[in-house]
């Protein structure tokens, strides 16, 4: 089994910061894409950041320059370093990865099961 374990959601106010963290384990061969997602009440799911395995990284245009994602290679993890947040940042967030279990299994999508940001104004 795979499991993506994320952490780091609260409710903090407008022009705070959070830090989410987003773990992989299980039976793991590659992981290509790390990310994140989110999707606030009403709203579609909408990437935020993503980085690959050859550090090529996307931001949503509205996280640009408050927002930074990292990844821990050795220890599977992603992180989201959130700045100045907004009240429009308020969502869940979801962790995303496409990995490969076995050398000859498919790139597949994995979701975490979601962290509360929550930023009041």
């Known amino acids: 089994q795979v499991q993506l374990v994320e952490s780091g959601g609260d409710l903090v106010q407008a022009g705070g910061s959070l830090r989410l963290s987003c773990a992989a384990s299980?039976?793991?061969?590659?992981?290509?894409?790390m990310g994140w997602y989110r999707q606030a009440p009403g709203k579609q799911r909408e990437l935020v950041a993503a980085?690959?395995?050859?550090?090529?990284?996307d931001y949503e245009d509205s996280v640009k320059g408050r927002f930074t994602i990292s990844r821990e290679y050795a220890k599977n993890t992603v992180y989201l370093q959130m700045n100045s947040l907004k009240p429009e940042d308020t969502a869940v967030y979801y962790c995303n990865s496409r990995m490969r279990r076995t050398a000859w299994a498919p790139w597949s999508d994995y979701w975490g099961q979601g962290t509360q940001v929550t930023v009041s104004s």
């Open positions: 980085i690959s395995s050859g550090d090529n990284i």
């Open positions: 299980g039976i793991i061969f590659s992981i290509n894409t």
